[in-house]
């Protein structure tokens, strides 16, 4: 069973342009949450998902992100005109169901920098 | 809304000396507590979970931590360090309804020789 695969796991973007981060949840999980770390700063929560829907976008910024979880294929983090504080490693974890005792599975990341 | 605080952002310790992380947090309900470790340039581990019963839980490389309500916090502790356990360490709390993890600001361990 593979564990949660992100890819890229490194991505160069000029400002402006758009970065696609993908995220391929563990065999049999449903549930997907994005978070971004910062240099010298802990794990921020953005985004939480479930097939098909957005259970809680409470840490997305309100302009240029944006986030998915389709039926079929791997949840995707959207970030449209990249700037240079966009600059961070972004992961994604994946859970089978939404308890609270449930563990969350990392995936390696995706190190983004804006140049 | 819960919140975690890390109190310490790094520790340097000599190998085969005994080590505590520091965690407290704060919720209005009951949480799930969780201690995660993160080695160089790689993704999230889990390290130990506590979710009920005994307030003392263990991870299977030496590492324990105790759950202590009245405090509200969840030290990770271990009694002899190596080399190898030098990475960055996350502690983290999930309502006991689920939904998100929310992380502490990390605590980076240096372990030397």
């Known amino acids: 069973n593979a564990g949660v695969m992100q890819n890229p796991r490194h991505l160069v973007r000029r400002r402006g342009q758009e970065a696609r981060l993908r995220c391929s949840p563990m065999k049999g999980h449903s549930h997907v949450y994005w978070y971004r770390q910062l240099p010298e700063e802990g794990l921020k929560f953005m985004v939480y998902?479930?097939?098909?829907?957005?259970?809680?976008e409470s840490g997305m910024p309100k302009e240029r992100f944006s986030a998915e979880f389709p039926k079929e294929g791997p949840s995707i983090l959207r970030i449209q005109q990249v700037v240079r504080g966009d600059s961070a490693a972004y992961f994604c974890?994946?859970?089978?169901?939404?308890?609270?005792?449930?563990?969350?599975?990392f995936g390696q990341g995706t190190r983004l920098t804006v140049v | 809304a819960q919140s975690v605080t890390q109190l310490d952002s790094q520790v340097p310790v000599f190998e085969e000396a005994p080590v505590e992380l520091r965690c407290n947090y704060s919720?209005?309900?009951?949480?799930?507590l969780f201690w995660y470790v993160q080695y160089p340039n790689q993704g999230l581990q889990l390290l130990l979970k506590?979710?009920?019963?005994?307030?003392l839980v263990e991870s299977i490389n030496g590492f324990e931590a105790e759950f202590n309500k009245s405090q509200t916090s969840f030290h990770l502790r271990k009694p002899s360090v190596h080399i190898s356990d030098t990475a960055e360490y996350f502690c983290?709390?999930?309502?006991?309804?689920?939904?998100?993890?929310?992380f502490g600001q990390g605590t980076e361990l240096s372990v030397k020789p």
């Open positions: 983290a709390v999930r309502a006991g309804q689920g939904g998100k993890l929310i």
């Open positions: 974890a994946s859970s089978p169901d939404r308890t609270g005792d449930t563990e969350a599975f």
């Open positions: 998902l479930q097939k098909e829907n957005i259970i809680d």
């Open positions: 919720s209005s309900v009951s949480v799930y």
């Open positions: 506590y979710l009920s019963g005994s307030t």
